[in-house]
């Protein structure tokens, strides 16, 4: 009794410091996304939304887009629905779907603790340090739906899917009928708005989906029927995303200066760096965690290994088959590997709590007969060490690059008030200060998107379009300061 009451007074206690730390998860990344203003293709969706009456007009745009640009439908009609309603509200929810990821990446680690903030924290710290282009897949307003969004609704319908596939005991009872239908409906439904999130990513869930099927074949004969349900729906989802008629024609604008065999090595190559530049220490963390995995079952069966590694190895197969599928797109981009990305933090944290494990598991089956007390003391220390040490180096990056994003929030915002001063003075040939050079980050995409002294440069139309005037043009701030800027 006394062991039941002290493990459900830890677990209540876990719980609790989980969802303070989801709190100041929300309040963390709440406060640059609010500081994160319109940018680059903003302005042109922005500028669109503005012309739709109702939420009819905004699926018919969507479907314009479907049919000459991509075939990303789920997410643009998200994109296009943040624009429609206040910007408070698109903030706020923004922020709420990062939390809800990182959550979701500490629920797919199995094994721990059901609340364990130690990998809850780990995962925040994942999301903030090592995801790809964070400035364009977390904050930009267009980029975070494309992939933010996607990413999160994915790994949700897999969690949901994985959930099904490890409480399935050997089929459905006949009594639980209705159960049953509803449950293949929603998740019918379910699968095909993850199938229809993004290219690659999708690809992944559609594989994962694959082997939870084959477990459960290989350990009951049979297959859940809301799992093939879910599958039938990703693989329908994900045909009408990537047979989309916008595809082709946005394919047609793009040249490449190999063809044949030379054009897919050549792009082999361009994942290959990018994958090495985006994901070093992750890469690193990842075959650290398989090297003590081996030394702590040394001795032991490659089945009793390998059971051990499965986990972990399930998701870093994912990451690399993710990344590699932008093999069959012209001119990948690199934050497309978002959803690739969010498998291997999974597979680095499943491998520490693996790690981190009772070592009386891996004497048994080794044949050890002294525990490697030692060894697992150092396993955790380190560990311990490198998780402060993040935190340590995240508060200081957080605080600079929050400060420095505050202050292009203020440029900005300075921009946007001359600019509909002008127009009321009527105006129709603008002259705006570029952003002070000094406070780029990687937390901002507004630099790269930055305006030009070319009138007709993209962003420079997006901004025209957007606040409906003639031209507008940038020069430097100190430069536009002296001419300008009026007290």
Known sequence: MKYKKDKEDSERKGKKQCCFILLLCFATIFIFNYVTPLISDDYNYAHLVDQAQNAGDLFRQEYQQYVTWTGRSVVHIILRFSFFLPEIIFKTAN?????????????????????????????????????????????????????????????????????????????????????????????????????????????????????????????????????????????????????????????????????????????????????????????????????????????????????????????????????????????????????????????VLQGMRDNVADERAAEAVSGRQAPLSIGGAAVRAGYTFALAGLLAYFFFVYLDTGAMNIRIYRDIRERSEYIEEQKALENDDIVVARLHPDFNNRYTEAYDSELSEQPYYWTNVGYENYYGVKRITAIDYDEWASKYKTE
């Not at 694959?210 to 093939?228: D, E, G, H, Q, S």
């Not at 003590?292 to 990451?319: H, N, P």
């Not at 069959?328 to 981009?333: C, D, G, H, K, N």
Request: glycine content about 8%.
């Open 95 to 347: 922020s709420l779907v990062f939390t809800l990821l990182a959550f979701l990446i500490m629920w797919n680690v199995k094994g721990r603790r059901r609340w364990s903030p130690v990998f809850l924290t780990m995962a925040v710290l994942g999301l903030w340090l090592g995801t790809v282009h964070p400035e364009q897949t977390l904050f930009w307003q267009t980029g975070a739906c494309n992939y933010l969004w996607g990413t999160t609704i994915i790994l949700t319908f897999m969690t949901v899917s994985r959930t099904i596939a490890e409480h399935f005991p050997g089929g459905p009872s006949k009594r639980r009928a209705l159960p049953l239908f509803l449950s293949c409906l929603g998740m019918a439904v379910f699968g095909l708005v993850a199938g229809w999130c993004n290219e690659n990513t999708s690809g992944g869930c559609l594989l994962f989906l694959i082997f939870l099927m084959a477990v459960c074949l290989l350990r009951t004969k049979k297959i859940p029927a809301p799992l093939i349900f879910g599958a039938v729906g990703n693989v329908i989802g994900l045909l009408f995303m990537v047979l989309a008629p916008g595809n082709r024609v946005r394919a047609s604008y793009q040249t490449e200066n190999y063809s044949g065999i030379m054009l897919y090595a050549s792009r082999f190559q361009k994942i290959s760096l990018t994958i090495w530049d985006e994901f070093p220490i992750l890469i690193v963390l990842f075959l650290l965690t398989v090297v003590i995995t081996v030394f702590q079952y040394r001795g032991a069966e490659k089945k009793a290994v390998w059971a051990r590694l499965r986990g972990r190895l399930v998701f870093a197969v994912l990451f690399v088959l993710t990344a590699y599928a932008l093999i069959l797109t012209s001119e990948p981009q690199s934050r497309a590997m978002f959803g690739a990305g969010i498998f291997l933090i999974i597979a």
